[in-house]
C-alpha cells in the first residue's frame, strides 16, 4: 500500500459494531466487563480506548512502524521515551532543537541523574567524541527548529547500531509524508502530533512509533503507567488530519519553495534557512533522504536589527504572529521570544538564534497572497 493510500485506509477498519465509515469517538472511561478479567479487549481508556487505538495504528502505519502511541502532547511523547532511562545514562542531543526539549532536559530529567551533551550533529564526528559507557540514546532532530539543519540519520544510526545505543528522532518538521527515519534504521520516531499531523491548529497531541517488540512494551507501560494519554476526542481530531496528510504537504512543499525563493533575493533579507535551495550546506542530504523540503523557512535581516523583525511581524496580514506550525493558515514565530525562549541568551546566541530571526510556517493559501503578504511587511 502507497503512502497517499495509507493515510486513509492503513491498518484501518470500519467500525465492526455499527459498520460506521469513521471511527467513532468512544467517550468512556471504562467498559463493561463480563467476569472479573473478562472484556472485549477494553477495561479502563488510560490503558487503551478503541478511538486512540484507531489512531495508533494509522501512526504505525505511515512511519512504517509496528507500535504506534499517542501522547496527549509532543513533549509528553518525549517524557515517555526519556522514562525509559536511568539516573546515570547519557544522551547526546543536537544542538539545534526545539526549545521545550531543551528545557525538558535541563530543567527536569537532568535533575534525576541524566546527562545531556548537545552537539552538531551536520558533523558526525562531533557524536563520536560524546559516545561513553554510559551513553544510551542519540535525540536527533532534522530538520531542526528554528535553523533548518539537516542531520544524515542513516549515518548517525550505522554510527552507533553496535554499541547500544538508541537512536531517537524527532521527525515534526517532515511529517511522515517527507521521511521515515525507521527505513533509516532509527529506533524511535516521535511527532509532536499538533503540527504537521493534526494540519489545522485545533488539538496539542504528541505521537511516538516504533518497530522492536521489546521497546513497544516499555513504551507502552511508560504511556499506561505515567498516564500522559491522548484523549478520545483529540485522538480523532489527529487521525482525520492525517487522512489529508498528504495533500497538505504536497502544498506546504510547494509554498515553502516559492517563499523561500522569494526571500532568497530580497535585498532586506540576511541569512535564509531552507533546505530545500541548493546553496543550503546540507541540502544534498535533505534530497537523499526527504521526498521534499517542507513549509518551514526561517531568516534574520541583514541589518541584524530586532526591531525590524519586530516592524516585520507587525505589519503582517495574512501570515499571523503565532505560535506552533504546520497548520493549514501561515504562521510567523519569533523563536528568541517564543519557542526558544527558555533557552539561556548565551546558548542561543552561540547557536546562530539572533533576536532578529524569523521562522515562518508556510500554510496553503494562495501562494501568490503569502508572496505578497511578506513583500508589503518586507518593504
Sequence with gaps: MKFNTKTIHGKQQHDPSTGAVMTPIYQTSTFAQSSPGVHKGYEYSRAANPTR?????????????????????GLAATDGILKLLKAGDEVIAMDDLYGGSFRMFTRIYQNFGLKFSFV?????????????????????????????????????????????????????????????????????????ATKYLGGHSDVVAGAVVVKDESLAEKIHFSLFAGGGILGP?????????????????????????????FLKTHPKIGQLFFPGLIEHPNHEIAKKQMKGFGGMVSF?????????????????????????LGGVESLANHPASMT??????????EQGISDDLVRLSVGIEDAD?????????LD
Design 53 to 73: 487505538t484507531a489512531l495508533e495504528n494509522a501512526l504505525a502505519a505511515i512511519e512504517n512502524g509496528t507500535h504506534g502511541f499517542a501522547f496527549g502532547s
Design 300 to 324: 534574520n535581516f541583514k541589518s541584524g536589527k530586532k526591531e525590524d523583525a519586530f516592524r516585520f511581524f507587525e505589519r503582517l496580514k495574512i501570515f499571523t504572529l503565532a505560535e506552533s
Design 233 to 261: 476526542q483529540d485522538a480523532y481530531l489527529i487521525l482525520r488530519g492525517i487522512k489529508t496528510l498528504h495533500v497538505r504537504m504536497q502544498r506546504h512543499c510547494e509554498n515553502g519553495m516559492k517563499v523561500a525563493e
Design 120 to 192: 552538531d550533529m551536520t558533523r558526525p564526528e562531533n557524536i563520536l567524541a560524546k559516545i561513553t559507557p554510559q551513553t544510551k540514546l542519540i535525540w536527533v532532530e532534522t530538520p531542526t527548529n528554528p535553523l533548518m539543519k539537516i542531520v544524515d540519520i542513516k549515518l548517525v544510526c550505522d554510527l552507533v547500531k553496535d554499541k547500544g545505543i538508541m537512536v531517537a528522532v524527532d521527525n515534526t518538521f517532515a511529517s511522515p509524508y517527507l521521511q521515515n527515519p525507521l527505513d533509516l534504521g532509527a529506533d524511535i520516531v516521535m511527532h509532536s
Design 340 to 349: 526558544h525562549a527558555s533557552i539561556p541568551i548565551e546558548i542561543r546566541t
Design 369 to 377: 497572497d503569502l508572496l505578497a503578504d511578506l513583500e508589503q511587511s
